[in-house]
């Protein structure tokens, strides 16, 4: 059983606050270690980025455990609640096994879409297995034996991953579904490009100096790789609403996550609350003090 809306948070703002995040605590069934989270955007759940035998996910905020052979990484769900998972050199979608590219051996699972395609790499070349396939598809332009970074994709199957070329150069690139690829363009005088989260064909990630964090920017690309804008800070997640699960100094050593509306309001969360999945509908999901799971809805 769930537990009950147990609390409310009020939202702080820039400007007048528009709701309060009321918070439900889930069920996380017995022998299940809670260490990130990953969903499909429209309430499914998983635990993830943790290798053990034993998973949970949730479905309308119901859990139930999926146990494997051997310990495994989980990387996403659908919105079936079919997780992928991985071993060091092996992957599945739920019970199916993905096969590798011709001449590869192995796979790794790193992203699925609400609808069940799989983004991920086989030997060091990037590919995607369509929903229901086990057979890949390379993507365009990453079989030329550097060391791919699988980094997202959305629902409507535009992928983007990054690369360390020659000279430690970060170079990001996006492929739409049909696999034409484009380069994410830098920020004048930046050397690296990093691709962080995609959703609808928004592009959101940093561009910055030569290994410098420190002066990065944080920018949104379209699907042609060109600059549409730069943000204030770090984009973790968007829905079809436009807005944006981001971080925002509130006071001198305060950070908070929260939800930057369209409209410019920050709605931030509760500082011991750490998001990991926002849905179209607005709920946020994350863990609270590192490993209960938790839901925000805004109220």
Request: one cysteine or more; hydrophobic letters at 40%; glycine letters at 10%.
């Amino acid at each position: 059983m769930l537990a009950a809306a147990a609390a409310v948070v009020p939202a702080t703002a820039h400007a007048e606050a528009a709701c309060t995040w009321t918070t439900t605590e889930l069920q996380v069934p017995a022998g299940v270690h809670v260490s990130s989270l990953s969903g499909d955007g429209a309430g499914t759940l998983a635990t993830s980025r943790w290798y053990d035998k034993v998973q949970a996910v949730w479905q309308q905020d119901v859990p139930r455990t999926v146990t494997f052979p051997q310990s495994r990484v989980v990387n996403g769900v659908d919105s079936a609640g079919a997780v992928i998972s991985s071993t060091s050199s092996a992957a599945w979608r739920g019970d199916q096994s993905l096969e590798p590219l011709p001449g590869k051996t192995k796979v790794f699972a790193s992203a699925m879409n609400a609808g069940g395609d799989v983004l991920g790499t086989s030997g060091s070349s990037l590919a995607v297995w369509p929903a229901g396939s086990a057979v890949p598809q390379l993507l365009t332009g990453t079989n030329n034996g550097w060391w791919w970074t699988a980094r997202g994709l959305d629902n409507d199957g535009n992928a983007i991953a990054n690369v360390i070329a020659p000279a430690s150069k970060e170079t990001g690139y996006v492929w739409d579904r049909q696999g034409v690829r484009a380069e994410l363009q830098p920020v004048p005088g930046d050397w690296d490009v990093v691709p962080s989260v995609i959703h609808g064909g928004r592009i959101f990630g940093y561009s910055m100096p030569d290994n410098d964090f420190s002066n990065a920017h944080f920018v949104e690309w379209n699907l042609q790789g060109q600059i549409v804008r730069t943000h204030e800070s770090e984009i973790w997640g968007a829905n079809a609403a436009g807005d944006l699960l981001t971080v925002r100094q509130q006071a001198p050593e305060d950070w908070r996550h929260g939800v930057l509306r369209t409209d410019g309001r920050f709605e931030a969360f509760a500082a011991e609350f750490y998001p990991w999945s926002f849905t179209e509908s607005g709920d946020v999901y994350g863990t609270l003090n590192g490993d209960r799971v938790v839901k925000l809805r805004c109220a």
